[in-house]
């Protein structure tokens, strides 16, 4: 074989490789759309990264420094760094908002960030004021000074706290509000303000009032998480009080993951709108209790009235739960079930988790990390 056949055999190995290589990459749909989510460190944050990657979304997602980012939540797509980016910004800060909106020229943008720790409230009514009230109103004004009114679609993550002091059962999109904690008087700002937004500039802007919702991913200072760390830590070290406060009060509860389908759904429709997500169904926090030990094969006996009540494993007559005062609420929700019918509807959306497969999920996924920990569960802080 002379040189210049040898030659040109080798360019056409070489463009060949190149045009099946090109072709692959082509064969790779590019993004459809992209999405901002305020919040994607949380719980729903997470399972809504998930579920826009699935759907080949660029995903977008603000953090607050830190020293110790808390990223654990979303690091399997951290290394997905051509779809999933994250930046800093807080919803208390207009100017990172702004910059972080014109910059990435999303279509659509999810706010879940907030102080959403209802007891919290009480202790920081400001600061949930100030992210909770007036950050969702700085994304709004943002996008309306930005010029970008018809090109964005807008959810902000409201809540079933709105109604605390119901006004009748269940609760729907045209029930009457009557919060009962700071958490929910924000909140209820938020969700008046992304009307008037929609109203007033043409917005296609949606509240999504999302029932109780939990998974394994749930902060631990919720009292699902609170009850399922406590069933694990009883099974793994067979000591240890959980703490409580009001056992009777009653909630709708359904899992995260299914209600992220729902705020997605909310952003695809012709005409923005608010609904309620939720199972319609209610439990107490008694029942919870109950059901989560039951997963352990631990029946509970209840002795004791109000503050001076408390469980025993019967088996051993160990006391395992105990209500502490503390975490009382000044002002109590005492029920919550919401009437998902519209989302059905409208949205075609229903909930796929009981709530006993709730429970279960919870229950072994933390029985799973108590086995791989140590975990105390302690009484708060005075």
Not at 193 to 200: D, L
Request: with cysteine; charged share 25%; proline share 4%.
């Amino acid at each position: 074989m002379s040189f210049n056949c040898f030659f040109w055999n080798i360019i056409l190995s070489v463009l060949v490789t190149f045009q099946l290589s090109a072709s692959s990459a082509d064969l790779r749909e590019a993004p459809k759309k992209k999405a901002l989510i305020f919040g994607i460190t949380g719980q729903d944050g997470a399972y809504l990264s998930g579920l826009l990657l699935e759907k080949n979304y660029e995903v977008h997602g603000v953090i607050r420094p830190a020293s110790l980012p808390n990223t654990d939540r979303i690091k399997q797509y951290i290394p997905l760094n051509d779809r999933f980016f994250l930046h800093y910004g807080d919803l208390t800060d207009s100017i990172s908002i702004t910059n972080l909106i014109q910059t990435i020229k999303p279509e659509e943008i999810y706010n879940l960030g907030a102080q959403s720790h209802v007891r919290i409230s009480f202790d920081l009514p400001e600061y949930t004021a100030q992210v909770d009230a007036i950050g969702p109103l700085r994304i709004l004004e943002a996008i309306r000074q930005l010029g970008l009114a018809d090109k964005i679609r807008f959810y902000q993550a409201s809540t079933s706290e709105l109604y605390g002091l119901v006004q009748e059962i269940p609760q729907s999109e045209v029930t009457p509000f009557y919060p009962r904690s700071p958490y929910g008087v924000a909140k209820l700002l938020a969700f008046w303000m992304t009307v008037n937004y929609r109203e007033a500039y043409g917005m296609y802007a949606c509240n999504g009032i999302l029932f109780n919702h939990e998974s394994p991913l749930r902060g631990e200072n919720f009292v699902t998480r609170k009850i399922t760390l406590g069933v694990a830590n009883y099974k793994k070290e067979k000591t240890g009080i959980l703490y409580l406060g009001n056992l009777d009060s009653k909630r709708d509860w359904g899992f995260a993951k299914d209600y992220v389908e729902a705020m997605w759904l909310m952003l695809q429709q012709e005409k923005a709108d608010d609904y309620v997500v939720a199972t319609g169904e209610m439990h107490s926090v008694r029942e919870f209790v109950e059901l989560a030990f039951k997963e352990i094969n631990v029946e509970i006996e209840w002795h004791g009235e109000a503050s001076d009540e408390y469980g025993i494993d019967i088996a051993t007559g160990q006391t395992i739960v105990a209500i502490d005062p503390r975490y009382y609420r000044p002002s109590e929700v005492e029920l919550l079930i919401g009437n998902p019918s519209k989302a059905e509807r409208v949205l075609n959306w229903k909930p796929k988790t009981s709530f006993q497969q709730l429970l279960k999920v919870m229950v072994e996924a933390d029985c799973k990390l108590v086995a791989e920990r140590d975990l105390f569960i302690l009484k708060p802080l005075k």
